[in-house]
């Protein structure tokens, strides 16, 4: 398998593991069976293919095509257009093929592959890709084929992909026609479609295969004879009067359940009004109140996510809200009296669209423009009313809010809502649960919705778990918690139990046996003693201000003495003579234990940035930003369930305490935070709470309507309040100092799970399934302080390896090694870099990140926190004569083993 350019191209494209898993299942497959890049193979050569696949896919049964094709099926949102991408990269690098034809099931996603695949465009599928940077593909679509076939000999491009809208193409054929492609031109001297079935090297990309597997232009398309097809759906199988039929070819299965367990999508929740009955009311009443519910959902969900995006210094989001319509007419209905003013007194009335095909000419123009710019935060639209428009293709990451109201069964409602609000607005889940879940709001369906749900094939639940055959020798998992070399070296981990034994024996079998310094018992426990007194020392930098410099004479005396005072008494021997044991010669045991231990650390310090003199803080005044927010008032509580966790979660409206004043409500709950103190901001608390107060006055035209919003969102409002305190706060003092507590600490221990006599990886060997590499330990380690390791990437594997060659000594920190903190909003989480390292000249504290990631807000406020950390300790080094610190930020597409490490220092962060 070409594995060097898989993991290169899931480097560069950041892609997901079920993306990198999907890329190895490719390149696997042709590395089994080389016949699928041969081209004028006849019936027998592909049941031959087939059959070699069969052993290597159990899912896998038939191409179900006269060529070989592959199904990669990957739930709605993990990213298929970025694996076409990835495909294309990969077919072209390893295997040098240049040709490529990829079908769009409808207009929409036919624009949005275009787009995809055009440089300079936010999604550009191949940003990262050295080869395509000077040449980007050329890109020859349904609509300008004729005119770029007048220059297929001249392109300077090393790739071409054609993207043609299938439908287009099936509508040319009915009634026997044949479709415009087929037609001759003039410039090439034979049709289009004959100059790509000439192709030796065409491969066909199939985007949502599901909705055209059997349509008239796939049988067309079929006649390219294309080398492979390759097959991209979140639903591999097409329906039939007799239920849904599963697809044959899928070689890899990553379904919904998977994706939203792994966090690559949002959680779905069903939501109700509690003890809702609609069989109490009319069915128009039972739409109002779900609209109305849906509004004051979507108006706490856009609280939220302004408080998250403030907190965390991101970019914020402006949800929107999806009603679902029966058909054109109700759609029209809907958005009457979604703009009338009985509807929140028309403060909706300029903020919703109706998309269907009831519209064209100007009015057509208008509801694309803002259905396109739906995800801006200047774009006013908050609510879209949509009937059957919306399917595969409409990729948004700010939908939150879904209102069904057109009947269906409870599986349907849910799988045609949620396809569409999926996708994460961050990319990756945030851990709040406002921000990461999508509403259904329902409730008239919402117990069949449950049941459904938990039904064992529900496509919340289903899964594809596939287990590997257990070894002769397996059994099971356990964790494993690895010492450094040293407490190896000085007999300090010696195992207690049978689980501790295998422990070392998984450790022995990746370094090799371990000599120890010491020979015999007494020397080993006075050992661990002058381990215990060489931690006391941590705590006095005057007296010890490194490791090093307890090797003076002065203080190893003193050590000596410490040790000596620790230790047990010596029982007398009833031996004498030759046969009575040698007197303990603690002072070598002192010395050879301090030696050990300044060649298997690295002494990492303990710093503190302390205040002096006169200190003051608090909070700046400042005005409000209350853009955006339209908190509505409530009538019931709305209760919400996750349909696959089964968490709850309360709207509440159940009022508190009735308060005096309007703006006690806000106060009182911005009193409960801990860095808020009354006595001393309660001038500024009464000035933020009144200019709250005002914005709710400003669209609630009754006094009632904005105390149930206080009372009832007081700490939704309080949250926003606190983030946006957050970025007034200040504090000052007289002077800081910079105070190094400790001048070195003791290595920690890691703790891994690992398979149950599993022998470690060699370091060195490539990991053929990058994707499952955070489920691998490694050793074999020359100048590694630990004697395994575990890695998140294979980036990190490869800058291991580099340091191995070029290092003194190194290792991955556990957490709490240097207990650094980094700012990330209105949070302080701790920072544990990737590596620290030491060379002739200098030690390193070293990240490496994927290169689209450097931007990143937490990765920049890492680097600064690391820099700040390292130009500390070297200023500590100077007074000590120890080797300065030095922050590297390495970028992943660096990490090359033809590099030095010197080569590094190039990405030294100040």
């Not at 990262?128 to 940077?133: L, P």
């Not at 999926?422 to 889940?429: A, S, T």
């Amino acid at each position: 398998m070409s594995q060097r350019e898989v993991s290169a191209i899931a480097g560069r494209l950041s892609l997901r593991p079920p993306q990198t898993e999907s890329l190895t299942k490719l390149a696997s497959a042709i590395e089994a069976s080389p016949a699928m890049l041969h081209p004028n193979r006849d019936a027998a050569d592909v049941a031959a293919i087939l059959a070699t696949l069969k052993t290597q896919f159990p899912t896998l049964q038939d191409f179900e095509r006269d060529f070989p094709s592959l199904c990669f099926a990957l739930a709605t949102g993990v990213g298929k257009t970025r694996l076409m991408g990835a495909f294309i990269s990969y077919l072209f690098q390893a295997h040098g093929i240049k040709h490529f034809f990829v079908l769009a099931p409808n207009l929409t996603i036919y624009d949005k592959l275009i787009a995809d695949f055009t440089p300079n465009t936010p999604k550009y599928v191949f940003k990262g890709i050295a080869d395509f940077a000077a040449y980007p593909p050329e890109i020859i679509t349904g609509d300008n084929y004729e005119e770029r076939a007048q220059a297929l000999h001249d392109l300077l491009s090393p790739v071409t992909i054609n993207i043609f809208n299938i439908a287009k193409i099936s509508s040319e054929v009915r009634g026997g026609r044949a479709p415009r492609i087929k037609r001759l031109s003039e410039y090439i001297g034979q049709s289009y479609f004959d100059y790509l079935a000439a192709l030796p090297d065409l491969v066909l990309l199939m985007d949502e295969s599901h909705r055209y597997r059997a349509s008239a232009g796939v049988r067309a398309i079929n006649e390219l004879r294309p080398l492979m097809g390759l097959e991209l759906t979140a639903t591999p199988f097409v329906e039939s009067t007799r239920g849904p039929v599963p697809f044959k070819n899928v070689v890899m299965d990553y379904p919904l359940a998977q994706a939203m367990e792994d966090g690559f999508v949002k959680e779905p929740a069903v939501v109700t009004q509690r003890n809702f009955d609609a069989r109490d009311m009319p069915p128009d009443e039972v739409e109002r109140v779900k609209l109305q519910d849906g509004v004051r959902l979507h108006e706490a969900t856009k609280v939220e996510l302004k408080t998250y995006a403030r907190s965390n210094g991101v970019k914020e989001v402006k949800p929107f809200m999806l009603v679902i319509a029966r058909d054109t007419t109700h759609a029209g209905t809907l958005l009457a009296l979604v703009q009338s003013d009985a509807f929140f007194a028309g403060r909706y009335a300029h903020k919703v669209i109706q998309v269907d095909s009831s519209r064209s000419g100007a009015d057509e123009e208008e509801m694309i423009r803002r259905l396109l710019a739906v995800e801006s935060v200047s774009e006013p639209t908050e609510i879209v009313i949509h009937v059957n428009m919306l399917k595969e293709g409409w990729d948004v990451t700010n939908l939150y809010t879904i209102v069904p109201l057109r009947a269906a069964n409870a599986r349907t409602l849910v799988e045609q809502s949620i396809g569409r609000g999926l996708r994460l607005p961050y990319g990756k889940r945030t851990g709040v649960d406002a921000v990461d879940r999508l509403n259904i709001i329902a409730h008239d369906r919402f117990q069949d919705i449950i049941d459904d749900a938990n039904r064992a094939d529900s496509p919340i639940k289903l899964k594809t778990l596939i287990l590997d055959a257990p070894d002769a020798d397996g059994d099971g998992l356990q964790s494993l918690t690895v010492a450094s070399n040293l407490a190896q070296a000085l007999g300090l981990n010696q195992p207690e139990n049978a689980f501790e034994a295998a422990d070392v024996a998984t450790q022995t079998a990746a370094t090799g046996s371990t000599t120890p310094v010491f020979s015999t018992s007494d020397e080993r426990q006075a050992a661990a003693v002058v381990m215990q007194v060489l931690a006391e020392y941590e705590l006095r930098p005057g007296d010890a201000p490194s490791r090093l410099a307890l090797l003076s004479p002065e203080l190893q005396a003193r050590l000596t003495e410490a040790v000596k005072e620790k230790l047990p008494p010596v029982q007398p021997s009833v031996l004498v003579g030759a046969d009575a044991p040698a007197e303990l010669d603690v002072a070598d045991v002192v010395r050879r234990t301090v030696e050990e231990a300044v060649k298997q650390t690295i002494d990492i310090p303990r710093i503190a940035v302390v205040p002096q003199g006169v200190v003051t803080s608090g909070f700046r005044p400042f005005t409000l930003d209350v853009a955006g927010l339209h908190l509505q008032p409530k009538d019931r509580s709305l209760v919400g369930q996750a349909l696959r966790t089964h968490a709850q979660f309360t709207l509440s409206a159940q009022s508190g305490k009735p308060m005096q004043r309007l703006e006690d409500y806000i106060v009182h709950a911005l009193s409960e935070f801990d860095d808020i103190d009354y006595t001393a901001h309660a001038s500024l608390l009464y000035d933020l709470a009144g200019q709250m107060v005002a914005h709710l006055q400003s669209y609630l035209s009754e006094e009632s309507e904005v105390r149930n919003v206080l009372d009832l969102d007081r700490q939704l409002i309080a949250n926003n309040i606190h983030a946006q305190m957050m970025g007034h706060f200040f504090e000052s003092a007289t002077g800081y100092v910079v105070e190094v507590r400790r001048g070195y600490t003791a290595l920690k221990e890691s703790t891994y799970t690992v398979g149950a006599g599993q022998p470690a990886r060699d370091h060195r060997q490539t990991v053929d399934e990058p994707s499952r590499i955070k489920q691998m330990v490694f050793g074999h380690f020359s100048r590694c302080l630990y004697p395994l390791q575990k890695f998140d990437s294979d980036t990190e594997r490869r800058f291991a390896v580099i340091l191995e060659r070029d290092a003194d000594k190194w290792f991955k920190p556990a957490k709490g090694q240097f207990q650094m903190a980094y700012k990330l909003g209105a949070e302080q989480p701790e920072y544990v870099p990737d590596f620290v390292a030491a060379t002739a000249h200098s030690l390193l504290m070293v990240e490496t990140k994927a290169r689209n990631e450097l931007g990143n807000g937490d990765v920049m406020a890492k680097a600064q926190a690391g820099a700040l950390w390292c130009q500390q300790a070297s200023d500590h080094a100077r007074t000590t004569g120890a080797k300065p610190w030095r922050y590297l930020l390495v970028p992943h597409d660096q990490v090359t083993e033809d590099k030095r490490l010197t080569d590094y220092l190039a990405f030294a962060q100040t």
